[in-house]
């Protein structure tokens, strides 16, 4: 429920959503003193500090008496002593996607112009084809248009394009409805594009008797040169009656129907190639996920999309600027059926780099083997980049920051993993990890027995709870650490005390084998230099880890059309490092992220289950390029 109303708050920052919502809380807290619980909660705060910022509600306090328990519950969060740090942490915390939203509340919307909205009836869709996993940029697309549709009061449908049976799974129907959820996107109505196919078929056959469709049987490579050129094919005249008999063949996928298709009777001349008779059906015998055998001849996405756009009620079509020269294209066949016309809007796509969002050329490394799957650590897709430890929050700001702009440029992902380490950083637990190649042991001389202290997993954030930390008298350190101490320098052992050390001895090859020293629980760790990550050397006091960091698949920032795509593929992108981990680690689950001191941000993706089978975490990418540790010591290839 409090993720609910965090979703809410969003929406009450819009002046024109104000009236609808404040109904709708009022009724929910007639019985309540808190949104959720007994407790206030986050979404108290959050809820309290958009309506503040709303350029209505101050107005709004005039129907204080229409809406009592709405304003009751108003002035007791305004009262609680812990409401202004909590609603300022927040709002440090969203600034910069708060400011957006507050600009552009006029609108009511990321600062695009909706012609002819009206609030509680703009329609949005989301129309994947289920020939791939989501990745990042159909995050994007479904986020945007579900956001919109949420801020207008409206609806967004979900609606798989399934036009293309070749290309088409229901392993793929499945992962974007997981997905889908994961994002927290929810749907008003769930289509397919096929649920139209006779429908689309009868007005393929209307657009053939007004002379507005033909049939061709031209090759495709012949085809493709004619469009580049401006050559019209010798059936573009042919008669209605010859389109109709050619029409049936392919309707029956005869061996002649096989070599044709329909064609767009546009403007061959067009300035705008992709008005130049464009392509609306074609012969495809392969059976369909849903219908089967049924069909044999399949419509094309540009001429599908405004046909089920305009019958499905779809008020704005919001896609990417890749499709701007298509834009005509989608009008004339509106035009052409008579249909009613929705109002496309434009936003940039994301593109990355050192990264393809092909699903064709993601789809290769999966089929030969280069990453472990469509979740891969590497890929790009929503569940890759989810299992490497970017959290929903993260990606929700970061595409809202995007918004809709139109300008289109190479991303680095620097910028998306800022904004997961501003949602981590406040929250997530500490623990201490040391290299196993590189440790060395530190003998504190005056410490004669092992205890155990409660210490916190946060610093600053007491409501992450704390950890049992295990202290004796040998610990280990990092060999990079070792190597520039110097007798009777005092150093800090994070999250315990300070140590003055009394002995260095190395080997012949200059390694740092022991480090004796003098526990001093009076030291001032604010006046050391070095603050050192440790854990203790008994095998009861830690747990073995192996901790994986991963580079880009690709070579190159951007790869070409003249490109061979092999050799930018990047095989050395997986780095391995054995390390040793604090006990108090060893029951943390898949999915939980955890900070190692000094080392940065990891994602558990398998836990400890027992010896010989160490818990395997992937490094987080932290906004900024960095090794495996921060420490000189990097893991090994693989």
């Avoid at 006029?106 to 609030?119: D, I, T, Y």
């Avoid at 020939?131 to 967004?156: C, D, P, R, T, V």
């Avoid at 005869?254 to 546009?266: H, S, V």
């Avoid at 006091?541 to 930018?568: I, Q, R």
Wanted: charged share 25%.
């Amino acid at each position: 429920m409090v993720d609910v109303f965090v979703e809410m708050s969003r929406v009450l920052i819009n002046k024109d959503a104000l009236s609808q919502y404040a109904g709708q809380l009022n009724n929910h807290l007639e019985s309540r003193t808190y949104l959720v619980g007994h407790n206030p909660t986050i979404a108290d705060f959050v809820c309290w500090e958009s309506l503040t910022y709303n350029m209505r509600w101050t107005a709004f306090n005039k129907e204080s008496s229409k809406y009592p328990h709405l304003f009751r519950w108003y002035s007791f969060v305004a009262s609680l002593p812990i409401s202004q740090p909590g609603v300022k942490a927040y709002h440090d915390q969203q600034q910069q996607v708060k400011q957006k939203w507050y600009q552009h509340s006029k609108s009511g919307n990321f600062g695009v112009e909706l012609p002819g909205a009206e609030m509680g009836k703009v329609v949005t869709r989301f129309p994947p084809e289920p020939s791939g996993y989501l990745h990042i940029g159909h995050a994007k697309a479904a986020l945007l248009n579900f956001i919109i549709a949420q801020e207008w009061g409206g609806k967004m449908i979900l609606r798989f394009d399934d036009t293309n049976p070749m290309k088409e799974k229901e392993e793929y129907v499945n992962s974007i409805f997981e997905d889908l959820r994961t994002l927290g996107v929810s749907w008003a109505t769930l289509t397919h594009s096929s649920d139209y196919f006779d429908l689309i078929y009868d007005y393929a056959t209307q657009m053939i008797k007004s002379g507005k469709a033909y049939v061709d049987d031209t090759p495709v490579d012949q085809m493709r040169k004619e469009r580049m050129d401006g050559i019209e094919s010798k059936h573009r005249n042919n008669s209605v009656e010859e389109n109709l008999r050619l029409w049936k063949e392919m309707t029956d996928s005869t061996e002649l129907g096989q070599t044709c298709c329909l064609r767009a009777k546009i403007d061959m001349q067009a300035l705008n190639k992709a008005m130049r008779d464009p392509v609306m059906y074609r012969c495809n015998l392969t059976p369909h996920h849903r219908t089967g055998t049924k069909y044999k001849l399949y419509p094309t996405y540009d001429f599908t999309c405004p046909i089920v756009d305009s019958i499905e009620g779809v008020t704005h079509a919001l896609r990417t600027n890749e499709y701007h020269d298509r834009d005509p294209q989608y009008y004339w066949m509106i035009d052409a059926l008579g249909l009613r016309k929705p109002v496309i809007r434009d936003y940039s796509r994301l593109n990355f780099v050192y990264t393809t969002l092909s699903k064709r050329k993601l789809t290769w490394f999966v089929n030969e083997g280069l990453v472990e799957g469509w979740d891969d650590p590497r890929f790009p897709t929503v569940r890759g980049i989810i299992r490497r430890g970017m959290t929903v929050d993260a990606l929700k700001r970061f595409i809202v920051a995007q918004g809709f702009s139109k300008s289109v440029n190479l991303m680095e992902w620097d910028k998306i993993w800022t904004f997961n380490k501003q949602v981590l950083d406040p929250e997530v637990p500490r623990y201490n990890a040391v290299s196993v190649e590189n440790k060395c042991v530190m003998k504190l001389t005056n410490i004669s027995s092992t205890t155990v202290a409660s210490v916190p997993l946060h610093p600053k954030n007491p409501a992450t709870g704390t950890k049992h930390s295990v202290r004796s008298n040998e610990v280990l350190i990092e060999q990079d650490d070792a190597q520039l101490m110097q007798d009777g320098e005092e150093v800090t052992l994070m999250s315990w005390g300070n140590a003055i050390v009394k002995k260095i001895q190395k080997d012949d090859k200059g390694n740092v084998t022991l480090i004796e020293a003098e526990f001093n629980p009076q030291g001032d760790f604010k006046k050391t230099e070095k603050k050192l990550n440790w854990v203790g050397d008994a095998a009861d006091d830690t747990v073995p880890l192996t901790l994986l960091e991963f580079d880009h698949l690709l070579t190159v920032p951007k790869v070409e059309e003249d490109m061979d795509f092999n050799s930018v593929v990047n095989k050395n992108n997986k780095f391995e490092t054995a390390a040793v981990g604090e006990s108090a680690l060893r029951n943390a689950q898949k999915g939980v992220v955890v900070q190692l001191q000094r080392r940065g941000f990891f994602i558990v993706d398998r836990p400890y289950v027992g010896p010989g089978k160490p818990m395997v975490m992937l490094l987080v990418p932290g906004g900024k390029s960095t090794a495996i540790s921060t420490l000189s010591s990097k893991g090994r290839k693989l």
